[in-house]
């Protein structure tokens, strides 16, 4: 007999949580109400003995587990929760962590505010009207998150206006969202362990709300929270903002004009070490070093996400052969200006950059990292999925409502 598809699926990405797994699948069983068909899709990254604790837990819990273990971890946490979510069957989709600072006794609630306000995306937020943070350890964790969540909310003013925690790992999202993201030219693209925010701007949901929650203390393990996840959280907060080409284009033009910096610094050393060479062979070698720079913050940050179809030799060698372009192209464009239409040297310098800017950001923009479609980011098989069916029939789960 086929097994009915589930109304609810849980996502739980793991990373070496073996001590918390038995507790976590009893609270989420006792806090499923009667009636109600839920999955447990854990997305697993373990370096440790979790996959097995998952598996013995499994054939125990009257709600089936899907086990999927990723042997490549790519996009940390937050790629695990894609994959997690392509592997999911149900309509509403339950996004929680496996350490338990999330409580599962919350879900039926985020569903039913959910089904209520017709909202596509209900969040659990530690800052709502009686939500609370106690949970996160001492007053640089804290600082930490406040800090995120202002800057991340300042730079998505229109995505995020619905959200008090944009940062937050635990909530609902329908399945007709995430699908909507999926039809994009660029798909989702996680980095690091911020998913709620990848989701947020990527599959724009119709309607926010939230439930506010106190986030409780770790059970067992260690924080996953690092300078190395800070890190990622950075890259991924400037991906996202770029993902619109106006915002592309002023971030270019940003990181333009910081290569001036290096390339003044470096014409200064070679005219004052070298004053015999000429200005013009100075200048060219200066250029380089600005156009060095440039090169380090665009294809690290800007567009880490579209290198994977040339090598980095290619790149820079192809970005330096359009910087130096430009270079050669706005002096007799500018002249033409002047010659032939009349302007003054100002203006006609002015309109010059602006076309010549223009033309190596099109060229940089569509054709050195033309924006490929990454339709292996979700649903891509990495290896069998394990379904776990439970080994004996629990007595029926009373409703945790009443």
């Not at 496996?98 to 039913?112: K, V, Y």
């Not at 209900?122 to 943070?133: E, K, L, P, Q």
């Not at 192809?318 to 009349?342: M, Q, T």
Request: glycine share 8%.
């Amino acid at each position: 007999m086929t097994a009915l598809p589930a109304d609810v699926s849980l996502v739980v990405p793991t990373f070496n949580e073996a001590d918390n797994i038995h507790e976590l699948l009893a609270r989420v069983c006792a806090a499923i109400p009667a009636g109600i068909r839920a999955e447990v899709v854990f997305a697993d990254d373990s370096t440790d003995h979790t996959c097995e604790v998952i598996e013995e837990a499994a054939r125990y819990s009257p709600v089936p587990v899907v086990l999927h273990h990723r042997p490549v971890p790519e996009g940390g946490l937050g790629g695990a929760v894609v994959e997690g979510i392509s592997r999911a069957s149900a309509p509403w989709i339950v996004v929680i962590d496996a350490d338990l600072q999330h409580p599962p006794e919350l879900i039926p609630e985020l569903i039913a505010r959910g089904e209520a306000t017709g909202a596509e995306l209900v969040v659990a937020s530690r800052y709502a009207a009686g939500g609370d943070r106690g949970g996160l350890d001492g007053g640089y964790r804290k600082m930490v998150s406040s800090t995120s969540t202002l800057v991340t909310k300042s730079l998505f003013p229109r995505a995020l206006s619905g959200l008090t925690d944009p940062m937050s790992g635990f909530f609902a999202i329908r399945r007709t969202a995430v699908d909507r993201a999926s039809t994009e030219d660029e798909g989702l693209q996680p980095l690091g362990y911020k998913i709620l925010l990848e989701l947020a701007v990527r599959c724009r949901p119709r309607g926010i709300a939230e439930v506010p929650y106190a986030f409780g203390e770790r059970h067992a393990g260690e924080s996953k929270s690092t300078a190395r996840e800070g890190m990622r959280f950075l890259r991924h907060l400037i991906t996202l903002r770029t993902a619109d080409p106006r915002a592309r284009a002023v971030v270019f033009g940003l990181v333009g004009l910081s290569g001036f910096v290096p390339n003044l610094a470096l014409l200064w050393l070679l005219t004052t070490w070298a004053p015999g060479l000429h200005y013009a062979p100075a200048e060219i070698i200066a250029n380089q070093a600005g156009l060095l720079w440039n090169f380090a913050l665009i294809d690290s940050f800007v567009y880490r996400n579209q290198r994977g179809h040339r090598r980095r030799a290619i790149r820079l060698l192809s970005f330096a052969a359009v910087g130096n372009a430009d270079l050669v192209a706005r002096i007799p464009l500018g002249a033409l200006f002047i010659s032939a239409g009349g302007m003054t040297a100002l203006p006609a310098t002015a309109l010059a950059m602006a076309i010549v800017f223009t033309a190596r950001f099109l060229v940089v923009d569509r054709w050195l990292y033309r924006r490929l479609r990454l339709r292996e980011t979700v649903g891509r098989e990495t290896v069998p999925v394990t379904r776990v069916a439970p080994e004996k029939v629990a007595d029926p789960v009373p409703d945790p409502l009443g």
